[in-house]
Structure formats: structure tokens, C-alpha cells
């Protein structure tokens, strides 16, 4: 059974570029939520997709978008990159309605910003 | 009102003793509490939890302490062995945005051999 999939691991933009991320969640489960993890920092919560809808966001500014398929995987997308994008951005899924509360997250992918 | 508190940021402990990390939170809405561990190059991985309305969870050598009229609760990690070198986050969330994890900050905890 994959666990959440992340591609690709390492990426390095320049200021201004713009770029994706993609994740394939757990098998089972139909929500996706996107972290932001600088480095020596716990992680950030970005947003939450789940039914190919936006249902939570965190304070992140209008660059960063995304999407969710109907086979539920995501994409993140960041546009207009500053040198404070860099970091760890970290997919996690979970299975909407679950009790346990508990993510699944993946190992992320490190983005680079010159 | 969404913020967590963790300390200490790093931890050296020898091995066989016991590690002990502490957190602190504001929202009393929150209802779940999380422990996240962390190994280099890796996401996540949720190490144990507790809701609010008990005080202690123990799995293993891992003890959930929750105290919540003081709105704090503590990781005690006994027995620390090598292995569990890794930075740990105490998180917080709430049953209704249950992916809208508040983490800390994270401790980056060193196990002396």
C-alpha cells in the first residue's frame, strides 16, 4: 500500500518563476491538505482540498493555488516566487469524516528559490 | 488564539534517560493533540495523540501528559535510545478543520549513545 507520494523532491526556481508540486495521497483517502515547512520550523498549514474544492486555507497570499483531481491527487502551485518560498512543501491525506484526526504525510518536496 | 508553543528547541539526553518536551497552547477550542516525529528527509509521522479529556496516554515508552486547566502538555519519551533521534512537534487541532494542524515549533532531540 504507496503512502503519499510527493514529486518532484528537489526543484530550484528563480525570483519571479512560477512552479508546481504534486502529490498522490494514501490509498483511501480523498482529502489533501498542503504545508509549508521552512527550514528549523514546524510546518504551516496552506489548504485543504477535498471534492476538487478549496474547503480550508491557511494565511498564505493569493500565489499559492491548487487543485485536486477526481482521482483525488493535487497539485500546488506557487506564482511570482520570492526568495522566502523556499522550503520544505509537505502533502498530507487523511480520509474526510475519520476520527482519529490522524495525516499521512509525504516526504515532501524542497523547493529552492535564487 | 492559533498558536503552539513548544519547548525546549533542542534536547541532548543520555541514552536510557528520559526526554521530556513541553507545549503550550491558547485556543481552547482545540481538541485533539497530536505528537508528530520527524526524521531528516522525511514528512511527519504522527507518533501519538490525545483529546482533552483525559490527562495521561502512554503507548510504549511514549507518555502523553495534558494538563487542561493549564492549558499545556508535555511529551516524555522513557528510556530514549539512539533510534529516537529526530525533531518532534506537538501540534493542536480542532475536531471541525481537522487538516488544519497547528504545529510548533519543533525539538530537535539528540539521543547520546
Known amino acids: 500500500d504507496a503512502g503519499v507520494t510527493q514529486s518532484p523532491t528537489h526543484l530550484i526556481k528563480t525570483r519571479g518563476q512560477q512552479v508546481t508540486l504534486r502529490c498522490s495521497p494514501k490509498?483511501?483517502?480523498?482529502?489533501v491538505s498542503w504545508y509549508q515547512q521552512a527550514l528549523g520550523q514546524g510546518p504551516q498549514f496552506i489548504f485543504q482540498?477535498?471534492?476538487?474544492?478549496?474547503?480550508q486555507r491557511g494565511n498564505f497570499p493569493d500565489r499559492f493555488s491548487g487543485h485536486q483531481f477526481p482521482n483525488y491527487s493535487s497539485e500546488l502551485n506557487v506564482n511570482a516566487l520570492l526568495l522566502g518560498d523556499s522550503a520544505l512543501y509537505l502533502c498530507?491525506?487523511?480520509?474526510?469524516?475519520?476520527?482519529?484526526?490522524?495525516?499521512?504525510f509525504g516526504e515532501g518536496s524542497r523547493l529552492t528559490v535564487l | 488564539q492559533q498558536q503552539v508553543k513548544q519547548s525546549p528547541q533542542s534536547l541532548i539526553v543520555q541514552k536510557g534517560g528520559i526526554s521530556i518536551i513541553n507545549c503550550a497552547y491558547e485556543?481552547?477550542?482545540?481538541?485533539?493533540f497530536p505528537w508528530y516525529q520527524q526524521f531528516p528527509g522525511k514528512g511527519p509521522a504522527l507518533l501519538i495523540a490525545?483529546?482533552?479529556?483525559?490527562s495521561e496516554k502512554k503507548e510504549g515508552r511514549f507518555t502523553i501528559s495534558f494538563n487542561k486547566s493549564a492549558k499545556q502538555f508535555s511529551l516524555h519519551i522513557m528510556d530514549s535510545q539512539p533510534g529516537d533521534s529526530a525533531t518532534y512537534f506537538c501540534?493542536?487541532?480542532?475536531?471541525?478543520?481537522?487538516?488544519?494542524?497547528?504545529f510548533g515549533s519543533g525539538t530537535r532531540l539528540s539521543i547520546r549513545p
Open positions: 490525545i483529546r482533552p479529556d483525559v
Open positions: 501540534a493542536a487541532q480542532t475536531h471541525s478543520s481537522a487538516s488544519k494542524i497547528i
Open positions: 490509498s483511501g483517502h480523498d482529502t
Open positions: 482540498y477535498y471534492e476538487e474544492e478549496e474547503r
Open positions: 498530507a491525506s487523511s480520509q474526510q469524516g475519520a476520527m482519529t484526526g490522524e495525516l499521512f
Open positions: 485556543n481552547t477550542a482545540f481538541d485533539y
